[in-house]
């Protein structure tokens, strides 16, 4: 996709979606990491619907830490692998008290160094905290990009680097909203609607007939 075909796609997209943003539910760095974690795999709508007893009985690191690992379990039961998240968290909380003062590291290795929290994670963590230019690619990304032909890359990690390229850091986390966006509303991975899609004149898979 040459320059001029880039700077159509960004303002489109800025246009129909002019407020981009997480879907996750959180009011500080320690629920962003939590729900964050809790959401590989998952919807963020299944999130969002049992983080808010989570953040009640556990409102800290400190207080994660020491859960009683069936409780957590109870709580998130719905998640996908709610058991070994389970695990996940409470380990988490212990190492973010320990070993980071219950501050959350901005380093990306310090993240992934996390139980639980690989680079996808890691990503959207530095992200949304807005400390680091960083491109989240999920699922939705890793579709659209190759639908789009922005990159041919065979792993997340590929595809990231390819999307780096492409646009300047600033536009990083806004177009990483925007492809989730439109991947859940429109650019489904079955039926791509792409006769309604206000990108279709400049993607190579558009199917109009």
Same mark, same amino acid.
């Given at each position: ?10 303002? !489109? +997209? ?11 539910? *959180? %009011?500080?760095?320690?629920?962003? $990491? &939590? ?32 859960? !009683? +690992? ?11 692998? *709610? %058991?070994?998240?389970?695990?996940? $968290? &409470? ?119």
């Amino acid at each position: 996709m040459g320059p001029k075909r880039k700077q159509l796609l960004l303002s !489109a +997209l800025a246009e129909l979606y002019p407020d981009p943003h997480s879907e996750l539910n *959180f %009011k500080n760095e320690y629920q962003l $990491l &939590i729900a964050v974690l809790l959401s590989a795999q998952c919807t963020d709508k299944k999130v969002n619907q049992i983080i808010p007893e989570l953040f009640t009985r556990y409102p800290t690191f400190e207080a994660l830490s020491k859960a !009683a +690992l069936t409780d957590v379990e109870r709580i998130i039961r719905q998640i996908n692998y *709610f %058991k070994t998240k389970s695990k996940h $968290l &409470i380990e988490t909380g212990r190492q973010m008290v320990e070993r980071f003062d219950s501050i959350v590291p901005k380093r990306q290795e310090e993240l992934v160094s996390l139980p639980g929290v690989g680079r996808k994670t890691a990503n959207v963590i530095v992200c949304e905290a807005g400390e680091v230019p960083a491109f989240p690619v999920d699922t939705h990304v890793f579709r659209l990009a190759h639908r789009l032909g922005l990159s041919k890359g065979k792993t997340t990690d590929a595809v990231e680097k390819d999307l780096r390229k492409a646009f300047p850091p600033a536009e990083w986390r806004n177009l990483h909203h925007r492809f989730i966006f439109h991947g859940r509303r429109v650019c489904k991975a079955r039926a791509p609607n792409c006769a309604g899609c206000v990108l279709s004149s400049i993607c190579p898979s558009a199917v109009l007939a």
